[in-house]
C-alpha cells in the first residue's frame, strides 16, 4: 500500500482550481479597483469585491464568521472574515499605506483555522492594484 502524502493526484486538482479561481478573484478585484480608485474605506471594497465576485458566478460570503477554539471549548468571541469564495479562499480586504507582516501572519491563522489552503490579502489603497495583492498559502 502506497503512503498518502500531500502530493496526491486530487490534491494537485484541487490547487490547481483554487490557483485558477484566485486568478478569477484577482481580477475582479483589479475591476473594482479600476472603476472606484483608491482612497475609500475598506467597507466600500468589501461590497464592491462582493458583488464582482456575484456577478461572474462564484459563490461568495461576507463576514463570516469563524469561532475561536482554545483547549477543547470555544471562546466567548468570534472572528469575522471578510469574504470566503467557494468554501475554498479567504479574502481580506485592507485599506492600509502598506501590508505589513502581521497581515500576513492574521491571514495564514484564519486559514489555518478553516483547514483551507488559499487565501488574499487585497489592499486597495494603492495605485496599481497588483502592488496591493498578496497571495498566501497555508502549508
Known amino acids: 500500500m502506497m503512503p498518502h502524502h500531500e502530493d ?13 479561481m484566485s486568478h478569477e478573484i ?4 483589479i475591476e473594482v479597483h479600476r472603476i472606484i480608485g ?54 481580506e480586504v485592507k485599506c492600509v499605506e502598506k501590508l505589513a507582516p502581521i497581515h500576513t501572519a492574521q491571514l495564514l491563522t484564519y486559514l489555518r483555522m478553516q483547514e483551507l489552503w488559499m487565501g488574499l490579502l487585497i489592499n486597495f489603497n494603492v495605485d496599481l492594484l497588483r502592488n496591493g495583492i498578496k497571495r498566501v498559502l497555508n502549508g
Open 8 to 20: 496526491t493526484k486530487s490534491t494537485k486538482r484541487t490547487k490547481a482550481a483554487s490557483l485558477a
Open 26 to 29: 484577482i481580477g475582479a478585484a
Open 38 to 91: 483608491p482612497g475609500l474605506l475598506e467597507s466600500v471594497y468589501e461590497l464592491a469585491l462582493y458583488r464582482e465576485l456575484w456577478l461572474r458566478g462564484l459563490r461568495v460570503d461576507r463576514q463570516v464568521r469563524l469561532p475561536v477554539r482554545y483547549k477543547g471549548g470555544e471562546l466567548d468571541c468570534a472572528i469575522r472574515l471578510d469574504l470566503m469564495v467557494n468554501q475554498q479562499a479567504i479574502l
